[in-house]
């Protein structure tokens, strides 16, 4: 990877980058539009959907961060058996299991104290913790995979792994709350 600094060669990785990634969230307009109406019969939904897309963007964002430290340090490795590695994607989905219910039961009161829950409690915990663990999982494997492809393109992970992972995020999140509420809440 070049060392070098400068704005012209952010902006060559960037720009185009970007460019994708605002056509990739379109995509979750789209979705969000094909299910608006579920979502205004369940106010706990709307609640729950920007805290549930935003944690997992969180957390991707959390293990890109330490992915592209250890890169930077020369200490990152992408073999399977590296500790390092399989420590930071546990801890991940460790902190899902462990923010997710609140995020659930939080959706759920705040939905309540401001008008309608329409959902039971328990089927608004169920799909964010559901959708939540999905979510960690599949953030570390985008950010584990876009780390991996910055590597092998020589880019900079600090300018574009993170923009990655929360654009990817949102989309998958989108369509993870959305398939956990046709499972458990049709």
Known sequence: MTEEWTVRRISRAMVPLLLVLTVVELGSGLVLSAFEERLLSAPSLLVLLPVTIGTAGNLGSVLASRLSTAFHLGTLSFSPTDDDLAGNALATVALALTLFPAVGLGAWALAGLTGSTALPPGTV??????????????????????????YRLSLDPDDVVIPVVTNVCDVLGVLVLFAAVLAFAP
Not at 125 to 150: D, E, F, R
């Open 125 to 150: 915990l169920l799909i964010a913790v559901s959708s939540g663990v999905t979510l960690a999982v599949l953030a570390v494997a985008v950010t584990l995979t876009a780390t991996y492809a910055a």
